[in-house]
């Protein structure tokens, strides 16, 4: 199955097999240590390490419930009136659907699915790059669109890869995307990555966003026993990403196409300065916001760790 679709999800498995998301659990981490396939949250995918990249149909199967929370918590960041970027991938999509209700928002993007998100949002405009069409995921890519980004300036992109460290940053499979992506950063002022879980401390071929340019990180919460996951997040965090977690104590973030209201984010402040995004106007910068919570939230990180 995982060879005829390029990836299946445990539930499927399940299904088609006639048995537990327990036994079949089990005999996915069996498979993988043999190295006939890669493990990823809720499911399974072909092996490929740095250079496997799954299609879009694969990609809209894995993780839905915490893109999902991702996009909402992510929304709360998105003011009337701004100007943003918002790059491809399926998290974003889930974004855009969610941005449709902000007044006067204008949203640049290379890719057809946010676009086609945002395309009857009538308090939004959408202007989309040029560019070479890139079937797997729906994006524009290549030099067309590289050019079409340049003297652009934003507050904010809105980005999701493949694998984010904090030793790399944000990463992709495919050298056209990161290239892309590249040039979305640097019209930006600020850079906000959409990641669920599955994807911390997962490294992939081409860097698109250095660490030290990240300003924030919106995932979810990963389970209790993802050391992987908790221990990058703590890494991320002392290299200064402010971290917004989906779900959990205080952060429970509840569906729906609107905007959700902004006490539910929970944010994990951190101390000094951020650097300035390369090519960012000179009265634009991104800067971490130190509250008086930042000793518990430290703990709430430290505690994912642990866990």
């Known amino acids: 199955m995982v060879r005829a679709n390029g990836a299946v999800s445990l539930r499927e498995l399940a299904r088609?097999?006639?048995?537990?998301?327990?036994t079949v659990r089990r005999d996915v981490r069996a498979l993988e240590a043999e190295g006939l396939l890669?493990?990823?949250?809720?499911?399974?995918?072909?092996?490929?390490?740095?250079?496997?990249?799954?299609?879009?149909?694969?990609?809209?199967?894995?993780?839905?419930?915490?893109?999902?929370?991702?996009?909402?918590?992510a929304?709360?960041?998105?003011?009337?009136?701004?100007?943003?970027?918002?790059?491809?991938?399926?998290?974003?999509q889930e974004l855009a659907r969610?941005?449709?209700?902000?007044?006067?928002?204008?949203?640049?993007?290379?890719?057809?699915?946010v676009a086609q998100a945002l395309a009857h949002a009538n308090r939004v405009e959408v202007v989309m790059t040029g560019g070479t069409l890139r079937g797997s995921n729906y994006a524009l890519v290549g030099s067309g669109a590289e050019q079409s980004l340049?003297?652009?300036?934003?507050?904010?992109?809105?980005?999701?890869?493949?694998?984010?460290?904090?030793?790399r940053g944000l990463s992709t499979s495919n050298m056209l995307s990161a290239s892309v992506d590249r040039a979305l950063v640097q019209a930006a002022a600020e850079v906000v990555v959409l990641a669920?879980?599955?994807?911390?401390?997962?490294d992939t071929m081409f860097q698109t966003v250095p660490t030290d340019v990240i300003t924030r990180l919106v995932t979810d919460e990963p389970p209790a026993h993802d050391d992987r996951a908790a221990t990058e997040l703590q890494a991320l965090a002392d290299q200064g990403v402010q971290i917004s977690?989906?779900?959990?104590?205080?952060?429970?973030v509840t569906g729906g196409e609107g905007v959700p209201a902004r006490q539910q984010r929970r944010d994990v402040p951190l101390p000094g300065p951020r650097r300035q995004v390369p090519g960012a106007g000179s009265g634009l910068r991104t800067t971490a916001v130190v509250s008086d919570n930042s000793g518990t939230e430290r703990a709430r990180v430290a505690d994912l760790r642990r866990r």
């Open 16 to 22: 088609v097999v006639q048995t537990s998301e327990v």
């Open 245 to 252: 977690v989906a779900g959990g104590p205080g952060g429970s």
């Open 38 to 73: 890669d493990r990823r949250h809720g499911g399974a995918v072909l092996p490929g390490g740095f250079t496997r990249e799954s299609g879009f149909p694969q990609k809209s199967h894995l993780a839905t419930a915490e893109k999902t929370a991702i996009a909402d918590l």
């Open 150 to 167: 340049q003297g652009l300036r934003v507050s904010r992109a809105f980005l999701s890869g493949s694998g984010l460290t904090a030793e």
């Open 75 to 92: 929304a709360n960041f998105v003011e009337e009136g701004e100007a943003i970027v918002v790059g491809a991938g399926t998290t974003t």
């Open 196 to 202: 669920d879980h599955s994807k911390l401390g997962t």
């Open 98 to 113: 969610r941005l449709a209700r902000v007044p006067g928002l204008t949203v640049v993007t290379n890719s057809l699915l």
